[in-house]
């Protein structure tokens, strides 16, 4: 079956770094994409990587290993509004999006 | 980017009951897609529709329970019929503009008595 795993909760200070980790299983790869969601919002978009390694984009930044079915979003100098729920999804070979179930990030003073 | 827009942005509605709800997009989009996120949940998707063709359905989700309709490429509705307490979610659909970017609607949160 598919499967993506993602923690279901993280708690980071203020200021700091948290990376955030997405480990998958699935039929097929086109991509992994990376969103975050706040409270009662719909999701929004923050990144995508189809090839290995490191893309940065302003204070977050996504890794991909494909080899390891891995990938982390690393989220610098944390704010308090960056407090939301991010969301790992794989395409898979029929173009589908494949959820996690999400990772809730507390921030804190 | 696209500008998305769900008309209810939230209803609450009696078991038995249907309630239609309508998806407009700013500019012209090919690839359009509805999901369910129960409190709590990742996102399910429930079905892709694209102008032209009939849904497709996700397993779980049949035509007679939630009929989409897509009549052209700016628009689309999700029904969903036959209202019980288990259908209360938050609905939302969402468009694809390049092989990588799907950008959501604000969602439509049911509740179902």
């Known amino acids: 079956g598919q499967n993506i795993d993602q923690p279901t909760e993280m708690t980071a200070t203020e200021g700091a770094i948290v990376q955030i980790n997405c480990t998958y299983q699935?039929?097929?790869?086109?991509?992994l994409f990376w969103y975050q969601q706040h409270a009662g919002e719909a999701p929004t978009f923050l990144s995508y990587?189809?090839l290995d390694g490191l893309e940065e984009k302003g204070r977050f930044s996504s890794f991909l290993s494909r080899s390891k079915g891995y990938s982390y979003l690393l989220l610098k100098e944390l704010q308090m509004k960056d407090s939301a729920s991010y969301l790992c999804a794989v395409m898979d070979s029929n173009y589908q999006l494949i959820w996690g179930a999400g990772t809730k990030l507390i921030i804190k003073p | 980017s696209a500008v998305i827009s769900q008309k209810p942005s939230r209803d609450i509605c009696q078991r038995g009951t249907s309630l239609t709800i309508q998806c407009q997009v700013d500019s012209q989009v090919t690839m359009m897609f509805w999901y369910r996120q129960q409190p709590g949940q990742s996102l399910t998707l429930i079905a892709t529709?694209?102008?032209?063709?009939?849904?497709?359905?996700e397993s779980g989700f049949v035509i007679d329970k939630f009929p989409i309709s897509r009549p052209n490429l700016t628009f689309s509705t999700l029904t969903v019929s036959n209202m019980s307490p288990e259908d209360s979610s938050i609905y939302l659909c969402?468009?694809?503009?390049?092989?990588?970017?799907?950008?959501f609607g604000p969602g439509t949160r049911l509740t179902v008595t």
């Open positions: 969402s468009v694809g503009l390049a092989e990588y970017e799907q950008y």
């Open positions: 699935t039929s097929g790869f086109n991509g």
């Open positions: 529709a694209n102008q032209g063709s009939e849904a497709t359905y």
């Open positions: 990587n189809v």
